[in-house]
Structure formats: structure tokens, C-alpha cells
């Protein structure tokens, strides 16, 4: 069973930064460390569909969604399980609620992933 905890959201100020993290835990149906896996960032908005925001692989490639991109920056620190995602620049847009996901490929933790958080908010206000 996997499970994905999610932390750093809170209420911010247009311009400002924070910083999420995401520990994950447990074992994998492929029994696989999350090492090998591709994490990501997702978000969800009053009244609106969850939308990708960042993914990164195992090797550390990096993907973002346009409006997050020059202002998001996601890392991954394979020895604690956990990914990070450092938003700069914050603007009232990206109120939403966070959520952390894992699969063992990006082209479908971007569409379909396999893990879950349980999301953590994320307000800017103006």
C-alpha cells in the first residue's frame, strides 16, 4: 500500500513563495523503490478539473504545464522518498488544492497515475 502525505501549502500573498513536499511510503505493486518511479504535482481549483502542473522521471527529467513554467521548479530527493515543488511568483490563479502523484512513467502520471495524495491548499491572495 502506498501512501503519498503532502505538505507546505498555507495562505500567501501575490509575489510570494512556498514550497510543497511529498513523502511517499509503502511498497509498490511492481515492488520497485520509488526511485524508479516518476513523481508529479497536480492541482485542483474551486469549480474546475485537476490539471498536471510538474512531473519529474527516475533520471530527473523535468515537464511543466505552460503557466507554471519560469515560476515552478520540482526536485526529487530519492533517499527520503520525497518530492518538492518550489513555486515563486505566486498569483491568485494558483489557488488550488495540491496534489501529489506517482506512477512508473511520465506520460502517464500525466494523464492516469497510479498514486494519489491527499492534497494539501494552496491560497494567493491579491
Known amino acids: 500500500q502506498v501512501q503519498l502525505v503532502e505538505s507546505g501549502g498555507g495562505l500567501v500573498q501575490a509575489g510570494g513563495s512556498l514550497r510543497l513536499s511529498c513523502a511517499a511510503s509503502?511498497?509498490?505493486?511492481?515492488?520497485?523503490?520509488?526511485?524508479?518511479?516518476?513523481m508529479g504535482w497536480f492541482r485542483q481549483a474551486p469549480g474546475k478539473e485537476r490539471e498536471f502542473v510538474a512531473a519529474?522521471?527516475?533520471?530527473?527529467?523535468?515537464y511543466y504545464t505552460d503557466s507554471v513554467k519560469g515560476r515552478f521548479t520540482i526536485s526529487r530527493d530519492n533517499a527520503k522518498n520525497t518530492v518538492y515543488l518550489q513555486m515563486n511568483s505566486l498569483k491568485p490563479e494558483d489557488t488550488a488544492v495540491y496534489f501529489c502523484a506517482v506512477d512508473s512513467y511520465v506520460a502517464v502520471l500525466r494523464t492516469a497515475p497510479s498514486y494519489w495524495g491527499q492534497g494539501t491548499q494552496v491560497t494567493v491572495s491579491s
Open positions: 509503502g511498497r509498490t505493486s511492481s515492488g520497485h523503490t520509488f526511485s524508479s518511479y516518476a
Open positions: 519529474i522521471s527516475w533520471s530527473g527529467g523535468t
